[in-house]
Every structure is written in structure tokens, then in C-alpha cells.
């Protein structure tokens, strides 16, 4: 019942997705691959997954998301009709459903992010950590690296990145740097992103036009955890009722996903 559930979710969030309207906001002249590794549960450190993200750098902007999510949105993009729909669902599902773009507008960073049907947008500035960088260097997937340090949202950050490749860029919000970053971990290893392949390309940086929510970053993290909380009054919400469960089993479902859910890169309510 997990499954159908989950299932049931995907397939109307990728009904949704269908007749993009795609705007082209800069071309893309890098595309970088990030494997990330982040901890299941906070209590129990061998429980861990990962997967692939992408970062495509432009010439004034840049864009963050996960491999799923990219290659969902070009099958949408050259779709005319739920004719995909089999496409769609033999996509690996991701845990990471968030578009970042850094220098977007303008000093500024935007965030998109869906919570079932709805779609959000919020923005922050673009100069959002205080780095600190050492003396330390080390060679990381090839290149030499020089390590520095940061605190944001309520982690402390441990990062590497290189002079050989100038670009003060790097995966999901981080950015300011003297160089790309190879490497970044939270001290406590929750999350690590390290960079597994740079190559250049030729291509565009799209943004997806839709009826976005516009709000803020504190608003958007607890709609999330108010869908998360109350998942089966939000399905009624939207017209889809569960009746293969009851009561008692709806309660247990729900503190199974409240239980198995991923601690937040981001934490505290800022």
C-alpha cells in the first residue's frame, strides 16, 4: 500500500508536468556532475543514499538540479501529450525535487520547487556565505584543491575547490569562491556533494514558466512539512480520496513517512 501510494503521487505530479512552456535565460557553456551522499536517518550513520546532480554554468547564470529531474523536463519538453507518460515513469525518482538558480535574476538566487501540484518560487541573495579559506590543499578527483569553510543554515560546511578551474560556482546554493567546488560536506557527513565529471557543452539554460507561488523560503519549508504532515487531507484536497485504508493504517503510513523522512540540508525556520 507504501508503494501505491507513493506511485500514485508520481503519476499525477507527471501529469501535471506536461506542455512546458520553456523561457531560454542564458547558454550553457559547462555541465558539471555532482554525486551526492546524504544520511537517512540522523540516528543511524550506515544508512545512506545517493544520486546524481547536475550543475549547467552559463555565461551569466547557472543552474542546479538532479539528473531525474533534468532528463523528466526534456522528455516533457518535446512532448505534445501524455503520449510520454511510459517515458516518464521509468525515470528514476529523486529525493531532490528543487530547480536553483544562482544569478537569476540578477544577484539574486531562485529557488522552484513543487510540493505535489503546487509550485513554488522564492528568492534570496546571491551572497549567502561567509567563507573562510586555509592554507590546507589536497588533491580531489583529479584536481589539486584547496579546502575552505562555512556556516549555513544551521550547518557547519567543510568545502575544496579548484584554481584550475576558475569559476565560483558549485553545487546546490554554494557559490563565492575563488574557484569551482570539488568537494563539500557538512561536518557531520549528513550531506556531501563531490563533483565526478566537468565537461564543456553547448546548449541552454532554461527556466520553466509556470504558475508559480511566489513567497518565501520560511513559507515554502512548512508547506512542505504541512503536505508531509498531513499527506492524506491533502490528497482529499486535491479530489483523491484513499479508501483501500483505514484509519488506524492511514496513521501508521503516516508516521512511517514522518519516521523514514530526510533531515533537511537547510535547517531551523529562517
Not at 569559476?167 to 568537494?183: E, H, R, S, T, W
Request: proline fraction near 3%; hydrophobic fraction near 30%.
Amino acid at each position: 500500500m507504501k508503494k501505491n501510494i507513493y506511485f500514485l503521487i508520481i503519476v499525477f505530479a507527471s501529469i501535471q508536468s506536461y506542455s512546458q512552456n520553456v523561457t531560454k535565460i542564458d547558454n550553457a557553456t559547462y555541465r558539471c556532475e555532482y554525486l551526492i551522499t546524504y544520511q537517512l536517518d540522523s540516528t543511524n550513520v550506515t544508512r545512506k543514499n545517493s544520486e546524481t546532480m547536475l550543475l549547467l554554468i552559463g555565461d551569466k547564470t547557472s543552474k542546479f538540479l538532479s539528473l531525474t529531474t533534468f532528463l523528466k523536463d526534456s522528455i516533457n519538453e518535446h512532448s505534445k501529450s501524455s503520449s510520454n507518460l511510459q517515458q516518464l515513469m521509468a525515470v528514476p525518482k529523486t529525493a531532490f525535487n528543487h530547480n536553483i538558480f544562482k544569478n537569476y535574476p540578477q544577484g539574486k538566487i531562485t529557488n522552484t520547487e513543487n510540493v505535489f501540484k503546487d509550485y513554488y518560487k522564492y528568492e534570496e541573495p546571491i551572497n549567502l556565505f561567509n567563507w573562510t579559506i586555509t592554507n590546507e590543499t589536497k588533491t580531489i578527483s583529479g584536481y589539486n584543491c584547496q579546502k575552505a569553510t562555512t556556516t549555513f543554515a544551521g550547518r557547519d560546511y567543510v568545502a575544496w575547490f579548484t584554481n584550475e578551474i576558475p569559476i565560483a560556482d558549485g553545487p546546490y546554493k554554494f557559490n563565492g569562491l575563488p574557484g569551482l567546488i570539488v568537494k563539500i560536506n557538512d561536518t557531520k557527513n549528513h550531506y556531501e556533494y563531490k563533483l565526478t565529471s566537468f565537461k564543456k557543452v553547448t546548449g541552454n539554460i532554461g527556466f520553466i514558466e509556470r504558475n508559480y507561488i511566489k513567497t518565501t523560503k520560511k513559507e515554502f519549508k512548512k508547506a512542505k512539512k504541512e503536505f508531509s504532515s498531513n499527506i492524506f487531507e491533502r490528497l482529499q484536497q486535491n479530489g483523491i480520496t484513499v479508501t483501500s485504508m483505514n484509519a488506524s493504517e492511514k496513521r501508521d503510513f503516516q508516521k512511517r513517512i514522518s519516521k523514514n523522512k530526510i533531515s533537511p540540508i537547510e535547517k531551523g525556520n529562517e
